[in-house]
Nanobody, 122 residues
Framework: VQLVESGGGSVQAGGSLRLSCEIS?????????VGWFRQAPGEEREGVAA???????RYIDSVHDRFTISRDNAKNTLYLQMNSLKPEDTAMYYC?????????????????WGQGTQVTVS
C-alpha cells in the first residue's frame, strides 16, 4: 500500500489549498476509513477529516465549514480542500488508510501513511 500526498505549500491567512493523496494497493471503496491527519511541531498527530466505513464524513470542530474531504474512487485519490486557512492550520498533513476498527479520527487505528505534505499559513 502506498499513499502519496501533494498540494501543500505556503499561503497567507484566508487563502486556500487543495491537498491530494494518491492511494495504490488499497481500494478506497473498501469498508475502511481513509482520512487526513496533521501534526504541528511539538504537537501530537490529530485527525482532521475522514470518510468512515459507510462513506460518511467526519471533521474536527476546528476545521468544520472550512475544510472539505472528497475522493475520486475511479482514481483512488483522496482530496482535502482547505479554505479560510489560519496560522493554526500550519502543520505537516498526512493521508492515511485505516487498518483496524475504531474512531475514524484516531491516528491509532490507521496503519498506512503517506510521507506528508507541509502546509504553512502566515
Amino acid at each position: 500500500v502506498q499513499l502519496v500526498e501533494s498540494g501543500g505549500g505556503s499561503v497567507q491567512a484566508g487563502g486556500s489549498l487543495r491537498l491530494s493523496c494518491e492511494i495504490s494497493g488499497y481500494t478506497t471503496t473498501l469498508r475502511r476509513s481513509v482520512g487526513w491527519f496533521r501534526q504541528a511541531p511539538g504537537e501530537e498527530r490529530e485527525g482532521v477529516a475522514a470518510f468512515d466505513r459507510y462513506g460518511n464524513t467526519r471533521y474536527i470542530d476546528s476545521v468544520h465549514d472550512r475544510f472539505t474531504i472528497s475522493r475520486d474512487n475511479a482514481k483512488n485519490t483522496l482530496y482535502l480542500q482547505m479554505n479560510s486557512l489560519k496560522p493554526e492550520d500550519t502543520a505537516m498533513y498526512y493521508c492515511a488508510a485505516q487498518t483496524q476498527r475504531g474512531p475514524v479520527l484516531s491516528p491509532a487505528t490507521y496503519g498506512y501513511w503517506g510521507q506528508g505534505t507541509q502546509v504553512t499559513v502566515s
